[in-house]
Nanobody, 121 residues
Framework: QVQLVESGGGLVQPGGSLRLSCAVS????????MGWYRQAPGKERELVVIITDGDNTNYADAVKGRFTISRDNAENTVYLQMNSLKPEDTAVYYCNAVIKLRPRDYARNFWGEGTLVTVSS
């Protein structure tokens, strides 16, 4: 069974930093897109950033210059380094990955369970 296992959320003061990790566990063939989304209280889930298997990235304007995504293709893991955090970054952060389970399969969308990031003094 394929799972996305997230870690690294928590409480941080404004201006602080956190690093999120998300590892793909289970038997798979390949991981294409990986990324992070977030959902703040009372709001819809929104894109934070995605990264292709060729390391092309697309950041939301709200996080450009503050957040950095990276991935380890050998470990099927994606990271999100979040710096200069603001109270408006408070949200549940969800890992997303587009995965082929077998060579002839269509790629499927998988989600992690989410990790809470709270930015508050």
């Amino acid at each position: 069974q394929v799972q996305l296992v997230e870690s690294g959320g928590g409480l941080v003061q404004p201006g602080g930093s956190l690093r999120l990790s998300c590892a793909v566990s289970g038997s798979i063939f390949s991981v294409n897109l990986m990324g992070w989304y977030r959902q703040a209280p009372g709001k819809e889930r929104e894109l934070v950033v995605i990264i292709t298997d060729g390391d092309n990235t697309n950041y939301a304007d709200a996080v450009k210059g503050r957040f950095t995504i990276s991935r380890d293709n050998a470990e099927n893991t994606v990271y999100l380094q979040m710096n200069s955090l603001k109270p408006e970054d408070t949200a549940v952060y969800y890992c997303n990955a587009v995965i082929k389970l077998r060579p002839r399969d269509y790629a499927r969308n998988f989600w992690g369970e989410g990790t809470l990031v709270t930015v508050s003094s």
